[in-house]
Protein backbone atom coordinates (compact mmCIF):
# COMPACT_ATOMS: atom_id res chain seq x y z
CA UNK A 1 0.00 0.00 0.00
CA UNK A 2 1.32 2.96 -1.10
CA UNK A 3 1.44 6.66 1.06
CA UNK A 4 2.17 10.15 0.99
CA UNK A 5 5.34 10.34 1.37
CA UNK A 6 6.60 7.27 -0.35
CA UNK A 7 8.27 7.10 -3.82
CA UNK A 8 6.90 5.00 -6.67
CA UNK A 9 10.42 2.98 -7.81
CA UNK A 10 11.32 4.02 -11.28
CA UNK A 11 10.93 0.64 -12.54
CA UNK A 12 7.77 -0.18 -10.52
CA UNK A 13 4.60 -0.63 -12.87
CA UNK A 14 0.58 -0.62 -11.83
CA UNK A 15 -2.22 -2.16 -13.79
CA UNK A 16 -5.54 -1.50 -13.97
CA UNK A 17 -8.39 -1.11 -16.06
CA UNK A 18 -12.49 -0.67 -16.52
CA UNK A 19 -15.50 -1.72 -14.60
CA UNK A 20 -16.04 -4.83 -16.90
CA UNK A 21 -12.58 -5.65 -18.08
CA UNK A 22 -12.58 -4.10 -21.91
CA UNK A 23 -10.00 -2.32 -21.46
CA UNK A 24 -6.86 -2.28 -19.30
CA UNK A 25 -3.75 -0.37 -18.98
CA UNK A 26 -0.18 -0.56 -17.57
CA UNK A 27 1.50 2.54 -15.89
CA UNK A 28 5.31 2.48 -15.30
CA UNK A 29 7.40 4.75 -12.69
CA UNK A 30 6.91 7.48 -10.28
CA UNK A 31 3.63 10.33 -11.49
CA UNK A 32 5.09 13.92 -11.39
CA UNK A 33 1.33 15.57 -10.10
CA UNK A 34 -1.40 14.17 -8.03
CA UNK A 35 -4.46 15.29 -6.60
CA UNK A 36 -8.54 15.37 -6.36
CA UNK A 37 -9.82 17.55 -9.43
CA UNK A 38 -12.98 19.99 -8.41
CA UNK A 39 -13.36 21.25 -12.00
CA UNK A 40 -16.84 21.21 -13.66
CA UNK A 41 -15.59 19.53 -16.51
CA UNK A 42 -14.29 15.99 -14.11
CA UNK A 43 -17.60 16.15 -11.76
CA UNK A 44 -19.47 16.03 -15.08
CA UNK A 45 -17.54 13.13 -16.64
CA UNK A 46 -16.86 11.46 -13.69
CA UNK A 47 -20.33 12.05 -11.70
CA UNK A 48 -18.52 12.80 -8.78
CA UNK A 49 -18.05 15.40 -6.70
CA UNK A 50 -14.45 15.42 -7.43
CA UNK A 51 -11.73 13.25 -9.42
CA UNK A 52 -8.82 11.87 -8.32
CA UNK A 53 -5.78 11.59 -10.39
CA UNK A 54 -1.92 11.08 -11.16
CA UNK A 55 -0.41 12.70 -13.52
CA UNK A 56 2.71 10.77 -15.76
CA UNK A 57 4.39 11.05 -19.22
CA UNK A 58 3.05 9.79 -21.99
CA UNK A 59 5.28 7.20 -22.40
CA UNK A 60 4.71 5.81 -19.03
CA UNK A 61 1.32 4.66 -19.81
CA UNK A 62 -0.16 1.87 -22.36
CA UNK A 63 -2.81 0.41 -22.96
CA UNK A 64 -2.51 -3.88 -22.93
CA UNK A 65 -5.99 -4.86 -23.76
CA UNK A 66 -8.43 -3.32 -25.93
CA UNK A 67 -9.03 0.77 -27.68
CA UNK A 68 -10.28 3.34 -25.67
CA UNK A 69 -13.10 5.72 -26.61
CA UNK A 70 -12.32 9.26 -27.24
CA UNK A 71 -14.55 12.10 -25.92
CA UNK A 72 -13.22 15.53 -26.57
CA UNK A 73 -14.26 17.50 -23.42
CA UNK A 74 -13.14 20.70 -24.39
CA UNK A 75 -11.08 22.53 -26.47
CA UNK A 76 -7.90 21.04 -24.35
CA UNK A 77 -8.42 17.84 -23.91
CA UNK A 78 -10.15 14.83 -24.03
CA UNK A 79 -11.36 11.55 -21.94
CA UNK A 80 -10.33 8.60 -22.63
CA UNK A 81 -12.89 5.63 -21.43
CA UNK A 82 -14.66 2.41 -22.11
CA UNK A 83 -17.28 1.90 -24.77
CA UNK A 84 -18.64 -0.77 -23.07
CA UNK A 85 -19.50 -0.04 -18.97
CA UNK A 86 -18.68 3.66 -19.90
CA UNK A 87 -15.33 3.85 -17.11
CA UNK A 88 -13.58 6.70 -17.42
CA UNK A 89 -9.66 6.23 -17.28
CA UNK A 90 -7.69 9.55 -18.13
CA UNK A 91 -7.55 12.79 -19.16
CA UNK A 92 -5.26 13.59 -22.14
CA UNK A 93 -4.33 17.11 -23.22
CA UNK A 94 -5.02 17.93 -26.94
CA UNK A 95 -2.29 20.59 -27.01
CA UNK A 96 -0.26 18.76 -23.92
CA UNK A 97 -0.04 15.19 -25.65
CA UNK A 98 3.09 13.95 -23.69
CA UNK A 99 1.00 13.61 -20.28
CA UNK A 100 -1.76 11.97 -19.02
CA UNK A 101 -3.76 12.13 -16.31
CA UNK A 102 -4.93 8.91 -14.82
CA UNK A 103 -7.96 8.43 -12.83
CA UNK A 104 -6.65 6.52 -9.88
CA UNK A 105 -9.61 4.30 -8.69
CA UNK A 106 -9.41 2.70 -11.93
CA UNK A 107 -5.73 0.84 -10.75
CA UNK A 108 -5.97 -2.62 -9.47
CA UNK A 109 -4.15 -0.53 -6.37
CA UNK A 110 -5.76 2.73 -5.99
CA UNK A 111 -3.59 3.43 -2.99
CA UNK A 112 -0.60 3.38 -5.07
CA UNK A 113 -0.84 7.04 -6.21
CA UNK A 114 -2.47 9.12 -3.57
CA UNK A 115 -3.28 12.60 -4.22
CA UNK A 116 -0.98 15.78 -3.23
CA UNK A 117 -3.24 18.31 -3.13
CA UNK A 118 -6.88 19.61 -4.30
CA UNK A 119 -6.94 21.51 -7.25
CA UNK A 120 -9.44 23.86 -9.09
CA UNK A 121 -10.87 24.32 -5.57
CA UNK A 122 -13.38 27.42 -6.79
CA UNK A 123 -15.59 24.88 -8.65
CA UNK A 124 -15.78 23.29 -5.44
CA UNK A 125 -19.36 21.94 -4.50
CA UNK A 126 -20.83 23.78 -0.95
CA UNK A 127 -21.56 20.56 0.09
CA UNK A 128 -18.40 18.94 -0.04
CA UNK A 129 -15.92 18.74 1.50
CA UNK A 130 -12.93 16.55 2.54
CA UNK A 131 -11.28 16.67 6.14
CA UNK A 132 -7.72 15.65 5.03
CA UNK A 133 -4.47 18.33 5.29
CA UNK A 134 -3.63 18.08 1.75
CA UNK A 135 -2.49 21.89 0.35
CA UNK A 136 -5.56 23.44 -1.47
CA UNK A 137 -5.38 25.56 -4.85
CA UNK A 138 -7.94 27.61 -6.07
Given at each position: MGSQTEIVASNQSYEGGCDCGALRYRVTGPDYDSGMCH??????TSGAPA???ARFHADQFSYTKGKPAI???SE???REFCADCG??????GRQAPYDVA???????DPEAYPPRAHVWRRSRLSW???TDMLPRKE
Open positions: CRICQRQAFYFSHGQSQLLYRLNTPTLDFET
